[in-house]
């Protein structure tokens, strides 16, 4: 254990306390800028922080108690690694709040690695280890990005597929025939079964006038779903309260506001429930359902630079419906669509990541091929299809 007596404490001017907290609050920043770039839990002013306090800790345990060691000439005796212990068991705290727990898997682990590594990059920082501190950050940005690359390209050989999409599991729901479930019993006895089905026929022959609200505020996706039902009026639920979409699958998260919309709408509407995304295969299937929350302001950007350097572009779109009838019988319609994402944004029309999605058996973008292509092609409309032959219709 280093021991400094206070006639050989250190000092510290202004220029070097200078330089080191720079270069710690540099470095920090520069992992940081790479986890917020790949949207991650904590990205740069986490990492910038965390890495210039662990280089403050360390200068201060050094150099910040020269008077208190003075007064006690040779009797005191300071330890400058105690406050670096501490900065090591103190961060794991911190980088076990960017994990993430989603259904089966675990996000953030990556993450929470780099707050550890930034701690050490300001403490070398901070106990003026230049080189190691830079040297190390330098390591660190290899191993996010171009390894991530690299490794992916080799296991991919040997693991054909880990990380792809299983076909016809979209949201790692598994593949089975669409049921109808009835959220709440109203008839329990045969006789009273026997008298319902006839009705229940007649009901499905005449959707045409349904009318449904959908358990969104989104106007612009009820004038859509409006276009894709032909005959049915729907629209938005206008109400506080609607349940976090924390499912893991879309079905979950489709059902879940379905049954909200149920609890809010009128006796004689029915309730419809959507939830969609795109799912990447070099990706592991992501972004799935966290989609709508993927990418931040810059969906298209963000998922580019997630594929840079990836030959694998494979991915899809997927929507499911569920729509409750006032009885509370249960129907839903799974919708897909298969694609490729592109190299780069082409294209004006529709949102989301239209401009990079190029459906199978074309060479252009959904932002290219246009509202008009999208309304008869797209995930959705497919989904409406199988809701509509799941209500017993046609088109």
């Not at 720079?22 to 920090?28: E, F, K, S, T, W």
């Not at 309260?241 to 709408?265: C, I, M, V």
């Not at 019988?329 to 294209?347: F, N, Q, S, V």
Request: aromatic share 6%; charged share 25%.
């Amino acid at each position: 254990m280093l021991l400094l007596a206070s006639s050989q404490l250190p000092t510290l001017n202004w220029d070097e306390s200078l330089l080191r907290l720079a270069l710690a609050a540099l470095l920090g920043g520069l992992i940081g800028v790479e986890r917020e770039l790949r949207e991650r839990e904590a990205g740069l002013r986490t990492h910038l922080l965390v890495s210039l306090g662990s280089a403050l800790f360390t200068i201060v345990g050094a150099y910040g108690f020269q008077a208190f060691l003075d007064s006690g000439a040779s009797v005191v005796r300071a330890d400058p690694t105690r406050i670096a212990a501490q900065i090591v068991t103190g961060i794991g705290f911190l980088g076990a709040g960017a994990i993430i727990r989603q259904g089966l898997s675990v996000r953030g682990l990556t993450t929470a690695a780099t707050l550890w590594v930034v701690a050490a990059v300001g403490l070398a920082s901070g106990a003026g280890y230049y080189s190691v501190a830079v040297i190390t950050t330098a390591l660190v940005l290899l191993a996010l990005w171009p390894l991530r690359i690299v490794a992916y390209r080799i296991l991919i050989r040997f693991r054909p597929e880990d990380g792809r999409l299983a076909r016809g599991q979209p949201g790692r729901r598994p593949q089975a025939p669409r049921v109808r479930r009835r959220v709440a019993t109203r008839h329990a006895s045969g006789a009273h079964r026997c008298a319902n089905r006839r009705p229940r026929a007649r009901r499905r022959g005449a959707v045409d006038g349904l009318t449904a609200r959908l358990a969104s505020r989104n106007a612009n996706k009820a004038r859509e779903l409006e276009q894709l039902l032909p005959g049915w009026r729907i629209e938005p639920l206008e109400a506080d309260g609607y349940p976090a979409e924390d499912g893991t699958t879309y079905y979950e998260n489709a059902r879940g506001k379905a049954l909200f919309g149920r609890t809010r709408a009128e006796p004689d509407e029915w309730a419809l429930g959507e939830d969609s995304g795109i799912e990447v295969a070099a990706l592991g299937g992501r972004p799935g359902v966290q989609s709508a929350r993927s990418g931040g302001d810059d969906p298209v950007g963000w998922l580019i630079g997630e594929l840079a350097g990836v030959e694998d572009r494979n991915a899809r779109y997927v929507s499911e419906l569920v729509i409750i009838s006032p009885a509370g019988e249960e129907l839903r319609g799974t919708g897909m669509l298969e694609g490729r994402i592109a190299d780069e944004p082409r294209g004006s029309e529709g949102f989301g990541f239209d401009p990079i999605f190029i459906p199978v058996g074309e060479d252009r973008t959904v932002a290219e091929l246009g509202n008009d292509w999208k309304r008869l092609h797209s995930h959705r409309a497919n989904a409406a299809r199988a809701l509509l032959v799941a209500l017993g219709e046609t088109r």
